[in-house]
């Protein structure tokens, strides 16, 4: 039975997320009033956290994926002892403030696991965390030695189960059976429009049943009730947790109650005097805590530390009995890299025969997964065409979590969102592969990794028009400028086989956002140090091929495949006396983070006579041809066809780039003469 102190406690969530939502005259205060009683259980009788240290390894997770009701999140933060002050409270939503509008992991909020918001992301974080959980345990844990076995707990609302991308994830998890997860639904049939029964009637509990969960349904607004199904769903391990709750929204508020006018704007001042006489509380206090509740809730910093002791204590037993588990143990959490590991990395000479992108990733993955154990990941039913299988690592799934494979199926968005739930649990070198055209079904949860800096490595193949036969519909035009534009996103766009491995090394060096890797399905020459020199992948951009014994007249620029493309075109330009330079740009963020002077180097301003070559859209070239330099792209889409006759119907040949680069020197001619 739920006691008088526990719903003390449950109003004070409730009084307190008001009072911050109020203050800010923004946010969602419906969400915290309904699901208080939700979020008290899961913060007291089942987390297990500890509030002195956010980072403790074998914590159990908790992620609000209806990150609009953020202002909960914070309440829960704060009362239970979290760096979280209550001035950070009444700071919500204010300008450098710990408390944003909507939750974000390694945003300085101490207590807060995933970046949420959009709704489904964080149902999608939470399968990642789980499979996280499960390869962990399967690596780490042995008999009497557990030292891996926390939990994912969450909240959702009836718009991350509208979400397709919860949906993907759902049936995932379903399918491996991950156990970890209890997932708590605030069924409160209201959404931002209204009445959800406008656009949505399904039977969630039968659908989540059919996707392979262990299903309940309770009267959220019932602690009891709610502590009951967490127990049943914690005591099976076989199935994820799906506990249907029916709550009320803006519960308390006699005018907003029940109504989408609680959901996403402040309830008023009126209206919060009100909720409070309704729920018993004094009207004239603000942001005020009971001494019993805060009690109440400040046990879970000792409990917290104990249950934290006691698991150091097990781990430093098993560090002591085993040296191979402790530098395993050690260099994992660390994300400590063997000495010697680029040395492994494949390289190539000219005497190779050429092979695509893709196919010197694929020996980047083999050679270098032997002798790094983090590197986890899989491809969305594309592995035979991504070429991103680890070779002896086994398949990630039910009765072998062990494996280093993942299987995501035809399942780009959850992918990309379990992805993210996987760095945020563990420093995995964690990638995921499909089509570079599908990452138009990516990006939403790509743009929350790079927000919340974490460093997931996508593997995009077939990267251009130079795929061929499979026609428009799956050749890349627009995204790699749509991926460029993504703050905080390394886009690299590797030339040859030497290159791709750099740029694989660049990506499992990184530790402050995600990389993407843009490969190519058709073969490509290989760029020889031998011949070229060194391959400056880590600058961004630079000199591959010099004109020959003169300042250069004409600057070829390119990524990918084309590059191949300027180095011939050069050839020939230089044959008929146009001293010409070949810049590669594997990755103009890297490129442009690099000093003035070194960019100036590689395409110094006096050099009027630039064009650029790549087989996508133009929109972002100009910013380095500048007006008088030339783009050779594609502002159109692609056809179907054989690889090479795409190419060269649209352009991608070495007369049109000698073409072109001749009207540009005859646009700029006539400029450089009357300055001179």
Request: glycine residues 10%.
């Amino acid at each position: 039975m739920s006691s008088a102190l526990d719903q003390l406690s449950i109003n004070t969530i409730r009084t307190l997320s008001i009072d911050t939502v109020q203050k800010a005259k923004s946010g969602h205060p419906g969400l915290p009033l309904g699901a208080a009683a939700m979020g008290y259980v899961i913060w007291t009788k089942f987390l297990r956290h500890n509030p002195h240290d956010p980072q403790w390894i074998n914590r159990d997770r908790f992620v609000l994926s209806a990150g609009h009701g953020c202002a909960l999140l914070y309440s829960l933060l704060h009362l239970t002892g979290y760096d979280l002050t209550m001035d950070d409270l009444q700071n919500f939503r204010q300008w450098g403030s710990r408390t944003p509008g909507h939750p974000e992991a390694n945003h300085g909020t101490a207590g807060v696991e995933a970046t949420t918001g959009p709704l489904g992301q964080g149902v999608g974080n939470m399968v990642g965390m789980a499979i996280a959980r499960e390869h962990l345990a399967a690596t780490f844990n042995a008999q009497g030695r557990e030292v891996i076995d926390f939990h994912i707990y969450g909240i959702c609302s009836d718009g991350d189960m509208m979400e397709g991308v919860q949906s993907e994830a759902a049936s995932l998890a379903g399918h491996l059976g991950l156990g970890s997860i209890v997932l708590l639904y605030d069924d409160n049939n209201i959404s931002l429009d209204g009445p959800t029964a406008m656009s949505f009637s399904e039977d969630v509990s039968k659908r989540y049943e059919a996707y392979g969960w262990h299903v309940q349904s309770i009267d959220g607004m019932d602690p009891d009730a709610v502590e009951t199904a967490i127990k049943a769903a914690v005591a099976q391990t076989s199935k994820p947790s799906l506990i249907c709750c029916k709550t009320i929204i803006g519960f308390g508020s006699p005018n907003k109650a029940n109504s989408q006018k609680a959901h996403g704007s402040p309830l008023g001042d009126e209206e919060v005097m009100l909720t409070k006489r309704a729920l018993g509380w004094p009207e004239d206090k603000k942001f005020y805590i009971p001494d019993e509740a805060l009690k109440n809730f400040r046990s879970a910093v000792d409990r917290g530390a104990k249950l934290q002791n006691d698991w150091t204590a097990k781990v430093d037993a098993a560090r002591s009995g085993s040296a191979g588990f402790r530098e395993q143990w050690d260099n994992f959490w660390a994300r400590k890299l063997p000495a010697d590991w680029e040395t492994h990395l494949p390289s190539w000479s000219s005497k190779d025969k050429p092979i695509a992108t893709r196919k010197a990733s694929e020996k980047v993955i083999h050679q270098l997964a032997p002798i790094l154990p983090a590197m986890f990941g899989g491809s969305a039913d594309l592995h035979e065409s991504n070429l991103t299988y680890i070779e002896g690592g086994g398949d990630f799934e039910k009765g072998n979590y062990k494996g280093r494979n993942l299987r995501f199926g035809v399942r780009e968005h959850a992918m990309t969102a379990i992805l993210n739930g996987i760095a945020l649990t563990a420093p995995y070198l964690a990638f995921g592969s499909t089509f570079l055209n599908f990452v138009d079904y990516m990006k939403p949860s790509i743009r929350l990794a790079a927000l919340t800096k974490l460093p997931v490595i996508y593997v995009f193949t077939h990267d251009s028009i130079g795929l061929g036969e499979d026609g428009p519909t799956h050749q890349p035009v627009e995204q790699l400028w749509m991926m460029r534009a993504t703050p905080n996103l390394w886009v690299m766009r590797p030339a040859d086989p030497n290159e791709t491995a750099q740029c694989w090394k660049l990506a499992i060096e990184r530790e402050d956002g995600p990389t993407a890797l843009a490969l190519t399905r058709q073969n490509v020459d290989t760029l020889d140090p031998a011949l070229y020199g060194p391959l400056k992948v880590e600058r961004g951009g630079y000199v591959l091929a010099e004109a020959s014994g003169r300042t250069p007249q004409l600057i070829l620029m390119a990524t990918g495949s084309e590059v191949g493309l300027a180095l011939k075109a050069r050839e020939q330009l230089e044959a008929n006396g146009i001293a010409t330079r070949v810049v590669s740009m594997p990755c103009l963020k890297l490129f442009d983070a690099q000093p003035q002077e070194y960019r100036d180097s590689v395409l110094p301003p006096f050099i009027k006579a630039r064009v650029a070559i790549e087989t996508g859209a133009t929109c972002g070239w100009w910013k380095y041809t500048g007006l008088d330099g030339d783009v050779i792209g594609l502002d159109r889409f692609g056809a179907s066809a054989p690889g090479e006759i795409v190419m060269e119907k649209l352009g991608f040949n070495v007369p049109n780039v000698v073409q072109r680069s001749r009207m540009v020197l005859d646009k700029v001619r006539p400029a450089v003469e009357e300055n001179a």
